[in-house]
């Protein structure tokens, strides 16, 4: 089994392929277009701070923080969203799984040990027993929450002996603050703050990642927008590839402007990012990763994993089969934006 990074909603409609011709083309440019994203330490805040999404969309963007992937689901469901940046592999492999409308489109990166437990160094926690009557918060339907029910579920221990919270980053670190919890399981910038303020980490993510708990963050796409303004979708891979680009050619110039639009230092920022495999585009068109246009790759059987997982913990009622999940990954925009 295979899982992935923020929370839960997804696909429908299979998107069509981006040749135009005849009464089948599209307008260009859209008149609006709303994003939903997270504050991250990530190159997608360099094309998000510069405006390289507005120039590769071809027209201004409303940006929206949401606190998980669930709430990027409910608002692409409501038309309040045509793309989900960063939307966690959770969310991802919940939203296909419920035929939500929109398609994985491209990957943000393998998170890997960038998402990881935090503990207070006053709460004594040093082995998983130690959990037991602590007081846990983390973002529900996210990465970060299926990693930690993993970590739950990988050393026997119940939610009736770990209390855990369902927090917003935000508002986690407002709880660490006032000394409320004990541990979360968060991404950075939250988790860099949480260890700044009297916190260690508390290393989970090789058992797991051995386990079948991988997590990734996603690009999404609403089908109804993909379907009108496909080019508008490559314009917007395009910009990610190109700050991802200045991430590994220029790491100091690309840390600075993710740590002013994050709201941290630009050593923080670059300690972050170092953290995560910012899998390169091309590579993700590959087997490995979500494969070639009309082709499953590798992590749709991860998507899969994750949903038979979901169902478990009786988040979704149903896991489809592999196939709903190779249906939900349209690639064709990316191959066109690598082209």
Same mark, same amino acid.
């Given at each position: ?93 919940? +939203?296909? @799984? %419920?035929?939500? /409308?929109?398609?994985?489109? #491209?990957?943000?990166?393998?998170? &890997?040990? $960038?998402?990881? *437990? ?105 089908? +109804?927008? @993909? %379907?009108?303004? /496909?080019?508008?979708?490559? #314009?917007?891979?395009?910009?990610? &590839?190109? $700050?991802?680009? *200045? ?93």
């Amino acid at each position: 089994m295979a899982l992935s990074r923020r929370t839960v909603l997804a696909a429908g409609l299979a998107a069509p392929g981006l040749a135009l011709s005849g009464s089948l083309a599209r307008a260009a440019a859209p008149g609006a277009c709303k994003v939903g994203f997270f504050t991250e330490t990530k190159p997608t805040m360099i094309a998000k701070g510069l405006g390289w999404f507005d120039q590769g969309v071809g027209t201004k963007i409303s940006w929206t923080e949401y606190g998980s992937g669930v709430e990027i689901n409910a608002a692409m469901v409501a038309g309040g969203a045509d793309f989900g940046l960063a939307t966690g592999s959770v969310a991802t492999a919940a +939203g296909i @799984a %419920q035929g939500l /409308p929109l398609k994985l489109i #491209g990957m943000v990166d393998n998170i &890997g040990p $960038a998402e990881e *437990m935090t503990v207070r160094k006053t709460a004594n926690i040093t082995k998983p027993a130690d959990f037991k009557g602590k007081k846990v918060a983390t973002p529900f339907g996210s990465t970060s929450h299926f990693r930690l029910l993993g970590f739950l579920k990988t050393n026997n221990l119940t939610q009736s002996e770990v209390t855990v919270l369902d927090m917003r980053p935000d508002a986690i670190v407002a709880a660490w603050t006032r000394g409320d919890i004990d541990a979360a399981y968060v991404w950075a910038p939250a988790k860099s703050k949480l260890l700044a303020a009297g916190g260690v980490k508390y290393v989970t993510y090789k058992k797991l990642d051995a386990a079948g708990y991988v997590i990734a963050d996603l690009i999404v796409v609403r089908n +109804g927008f @993909a %379907q009108e303004y /496909p080019n508008a979708v490559v #314009g917007f891979l395009k910009a990610y &590839g190109r $700050a991802l680009s *200045m991430w590994q050619k220029m790491p100091q110039q690309a840390a600075d402007i993710v740590a002013k639009q994050a709201g941290v230092t630009p050593a923080v920022a670059t300690a972050d990012m170092s953290l995560y495999d910012f899998v390169p585009q091309k590579t993700q068109l590959t087997a490995r990763w979500l494969g070639p246009p009309g082709k499953g790759g590798a992590f749709c059987h991860t998507l899969k994993g994750t949903a038979d997982f979901l169902v478990t913990q009786k988040s979704i009622r149903r896991a489809p089969l592999l196939a709903t999940f190779v249906r939900g990954t349209d690639t064709s925009y990316l191959a066109k934006a690598v082209a």
